[in-house]
């Protein structure tokens, strides 16, 4: 399978380098981050086999070139749905990012069917995984230090008591 991984290996370092890029910048358009962000979701979707499905909505109207945010705010959250909800489930699992603006505020959704983060802890105990992650609450000291109204909130998904996923609502003040 050398074509395979030879376009895996040129979709990587395209993303390695995206990355590097949007790093040395305060703030990238949302179309940048936007654009990072498919192609992560793209190789995350033929590493895993098609484990997952994803969807990215846009309300119609945004203007994804003239909206900039700090870079790599989507990411990490995405990661943890596909890493911590998505990849337990024992059929297909769906995600969902949504974008839109409401006058000067953007909100972004990161919606996982995945196993919920209740359980998904319980599969860290069962491992004995001590290794402490740091890059959602990096992330969320990124986005309030920006400006404190701001906000992240995580939402455990439910039906009646049963886990059925996780959302993360981002909403940042534009200027």
Request: hydrophobic share 35%.
């Amino acid at each position: 399978k050398t074509h395979l991984a030879s376009d895996y290996l040129t979709k990587f370092a395209r993303l390695i380098r995206l990355i590097l890029e949007n790093s040395k910048n305060e703030t990238i358009t949302l179309e940048k981050e936007l654009d990072t962000l498919k192609l992560y979701l793209l190789m995350e979707s033929l590493r895993f086999e098609d484990k997952f499905e994803y969807h990215i909505q846009i309300e119609e109207g945004i203007e994804l070139e003239e909206i900039c945010i700090p870079p790599l705010i989507i990411q990490p959250f995405v990661e943890n749905a596909i890493w911590h909800g998505l990849l337990h489930r024992t059929s297909k699992g769906k995600l969902e990012i949504n974008i839109f603006q409401k006058s000067n505020q953007l909100s972004i959704e990161v919606i996982d069917d995945g196993i919920g983060r209740e359980k998904s802890a319980t599969y860290k105990n069962i491992k004995h995984e001590s290794r402490k992650s740091y890059g959602i609450e990096i992330t969320k000291q990124r986005i309030l230090s920006l400006n404190k109204q701001n906000t992240i909130e995580i939402i455990d998904l439910k039906n009646g008591v049963e886990p059925i996923g996780t959302k993360v609502q981002i909403t940042l003040l534009l200027f």
